[in-house]
């Protein structure tokens, strides 16, 4: 989890890859007209949340239920997004910690993907920072982060 540009994609998909296990973005489960708004730099409200939010929840649920070991790439910014998200003690949070330096280099290099570069503030704003997740420096190398993360889970 963390804000736009702190490496959720890289590091989630070289985690998944290093474990075995299936990968996921978040961002595949907003609807197209969520996508818009990001796109064109419109931070997103509480309705535009909800329906993704309960989208990525089922999800969880019918992974748990087939026992399908994943690594979700998700904003998760505030605390009762995290809440709905926590379906159990299976779920663990990952917390890649950024400055707001770094991601707005990120976000002005990055080409690709739909989230404006104006976004990165309104990210700030809504962050919430968790309490009670692994809490990992974003500016290390992925291999270093994805190590730690392993280390910190017992993944080893």
Same mark, same amino acid.
Request: proline share 3%; net charge negative.
């Given at each position: 989890m963390g804000v736009a540009?702190?490496?959720?994609?890289?590091?989630?998909?070289?985690?998944?890859?290093?474990?075995?296990?299936?990968?996921?973005?978040?961002?595949?489960?907003?609807s197209a007209a969520n996508?818009?708004?990001?796109?064109?730099?419109?931070?997103?409200?509480?309705?535009?949340?909800?329906?993704? /939010?309960?989208?990525?929840?089922?999800?969880? &649920?019918?992974?748990?239920? @087939?026992?399908?070991? =994943?690594? $979700?790439?998700? %904003?998760? /910014?505030?605390?009762?997004?995290?809440?709905? &998200?926590d379906i159990g003690p @299976?779920?663990?949070? =990952?917390? $890649?910690?950024? %400055?707001?330096?770094?991601?707005?280099?990120?976000?002005?290099?990055?080409?690709?993907?739909?989230?404006?570069?104006?976004?990165?503030?309104?990210?700030?704003?809504?962050?919430?920072?968790?309490?009670?997740?692994?809490?990992?420096?974003?500016?290390?190398?992925?291999?270093?982060?994805?190590?730690?993360?392993?280390?910190?889970?017992?993944?080893?």
């Amino acid at each position: 989890m963390g804000v736009a540009g702190a490496g959720k994609t890289t590091i989630g998909k070289l985690l998944a890859e290093q474990l075995g296990w299936r990968f996921v973005d978040a961002d595949d489960f907003h609807s197209a007209a969520n996508i818009e708004k990001i796109r064109q730099g419109t931070a997103l409200d509480e309705s535009d949340r909800e329906p993704w /939010l309960e989208a990525i929840r089922t999800a969880e &649920l019918r992974w748990t239920s @087939e026992q399908q070991d =994943v690594v $979700l790439a998700c %904003s998760a /910014l505030r605390h009762a997004y995290r809440e709905k &998200l926590d379906i159990g003690p @299976e779920v663990r949070f =990952v917390y $890649l910690k950024a %400055s707001r330096e770094l991601i707005s280099q990120r976000l002005l290099s990055r080409r690709g993907h739909f989230a404006n570069p104006l976004l990165g503030a309104s990210q700030f704003d809504t962050l919430e920072e968790p309490q009670d997740a692994i809490t990992v420096r974003a500016e290390k190398l992925p291999e270093d982060i994805a190590a730690e993360i392993r280390r910190r889970l017992g993944l080893t």
